[in-house]
């Protein structure tokens, strides 16, 4: 049984989510007036760090795959 998602949606999807969460981190900010909420706002941008992590090392083994597959 194969897997449905190829290495290029996983990364795509790592991406999308890495710059959401980001953009999430910032607008909860207290410079922003919301600081009313209950989200850990470290944790929250360190998953988002570590998701943009994970995002540019999918980008690496592409380069990878392209430099060696000649």
Do not use: Q
């Amino acid at each position: 049984m194969a897997f449905p998602l190829s290495f290029w949606d996983i990364s795509l999807w790592l991406a999308v989510i890495s710059i959401f969460l980001l953009v999430t981190s910032e607008l909860v900010s207290p410079r922003y007036g919301r600081i009313n909420m209950s989200i850990n706002k470290k944790r929250l941008r360190s998953i988002a760090l570590a998701v943009g992590v994970l995002f540019l090392m999918t980008v690496c083994i592409h380069v990878y795959r392209i430099m060696t597959s000649s």
